[in-house]
Structure formats: C-alpha cells, structure tokens
C-alpha cells in the first residue's frame, strides 16, 4: 500500500500558464516533504522542501503548499517554462527514520509551447 | 553535473553473472544511498552508509551486496540477479545522512538481467 500517492501521472500545461502538481499521502507522521524535479536519463534533482509545521514555503518560481488536514502538498510552478518539462517526485519522511524517504511514483509534466 | 557519477551507465547481464556498480561522490558528503527504482514505481531505498558504516539496510536480498570503502566511493556488487532485478539503480549522496538533507542523486545504471 503506498504511502505516498501522486494519482496523476501526466499532466499537461500551456507556457506561461500555472502548473499545480499534487501529492496525497496516508501517514500522519510525515514530518518533511520534499519535491525532486527528473529528466530523462538523469538522476533526480532537489527542487523544494516543506516542513510539517509549515504550510507554505516559497523560491522563486516553486511554492509547495501543505493541507495536513486533507494530507495533501501540492506544488506550483508559475510561470511555467518549457524548461519545466520533467517528471517530479514528491516524497515524505517519516518521523521515526533518519534516513528513508517515502517516494511517489511521479507525475510526467509536459509544458506545451 | 551533478558531483555524483554513476558507472556504468547501462549493463546487461546474465543470471549467473557477477558485476559490480560503481558511485563516487565529488561533493565531501558524508553519507550515500543506494535507490533501485523499478518501471512506473516509486524509488524504493536498498541501502545507506554514514561516514563509510552501514546504517541502513532495507531487507534487500543478499545477491545485492554493498560495498563503501570511503566516504566518496560506493559500490553495489551484484551476483544471481533475477529478472525482476532489471531496473534503474541509483546512487545519491548528502552532507549528513538525514532525510531533511537534500540528497544529490548520480544519472543512474539502467541494469538489465536476461
């Protein structure tokens, strides 16, 4: 059963526009989320990070919000560039672990010219 | 240019074979991890080693064997895979171990098992 849950896996935005990944997840003992931006045949790069204490947390283009009442974190990306282009991964750590991170499975975002 | 390189990048292999993966970190970082991400799954974490020690070991079977002889090399040995073994392997690194500390992954080894 996945703990972490990115229920789109592509998701296709207009240049320019605003693109909103989401990310659902079951455990309420997360107590960090973090977003990782891949490209083909690379490895996966930090983007963004958000405490659960927090709620919102900002750079630059990027915003990652955090509902955890719904255990929902969503990240915008505005505007959206074709440079954007990517899978992104969104993933929790659990309170009681040093060192795992829970993944999702990605979502493939296309920004259309 | 991540300052995690990844060797090698492709590798086909047989069951009987044995091969071994190689990371090595230009960052300084104190801990590495070993992922295997599997098709249209989540990264699921093998291994991570704190300042050359296992630490973490995530009941992966024993024809996956690590290996971190310093803090800036990591291998993962590999012997009877199976074909469900055929996925992405990747190597990431941080400054300290600690899931609050971004991790810098390498470009992976796409392993394939006939």
């Known amino acids: 059963d996945q703990q972490v849950k990115q229920n789109s896996p592509s998701l296709s935005v207009q240049e320019g526009r605003i693109s909103i990944l989401n990310c659902d997840y079951t455990?309420?003992?997360?107590?960090?989320f973090l977003w990782y931006k891949k490209y083909p045949a690379e490895g996966p790069t930090f983007l963004i990070s958000?405490?659960?204490i927090k709620d919102k947390n900002e750079d630059g283009r990027f915003t990652v919000f955090l509902n955890k009442s719904a255990k929902h974190l969503s990240l915008h990306i505005v505007p959206s560039q074709p440079g954007d282009s990517a899978v992104y991964f969104c993933?929790?750590?659990?309170?009681?672990?040093?060192?795992?991170?829970?993944w999702g499975a990605g979502t493939k975002l296309i920004i259309k010219p | 240019e991540t300052g995690v390189t990844q060797t090698p990048r492709h590798l086909v292999m047989g069951m009987t074979n044995k091969k071994s993966l190689k990371c090595e970190q230009h960052?300084?970082?104190?801990?590495m991890y070993w992922y295997k991400q599997s098709a249209k799954k989540p990264l699921e974490l093998m291994f991570v080693y704190n300042f050359k020690e296992q630490t973490e070991n995530n009941s992966v079977p024993s024809r996956f064997s690590p290996e971190c002889p310093n803090s800036s090399h990591l291998f993962l040995h590999l012997h009877t895979l199976q074909p469900e073994d055929s996925a992405l392997y990747l190597c990431?690194?941080?400054?300290?171990?600690?899931?609050?500390?971004?991790?810098?992954f390498g470009d992976g080894t796409r392993l394939s098992i006939l």
């Open positions: 993933a929790a750590s659990p309170q009681d672990s040093n060192y795992q991170l829970i």
């Open positions: 455990n309420s003992m997360f107590d960090y």
């Open positions: 990431a690194s941080s400054q300290q171990p600690g899931t609050v500390q971004p991790q810098h």
């Open positions: 958000i405490s659960s």
């Open positions: 960052l300084g970082h104190n801990a």
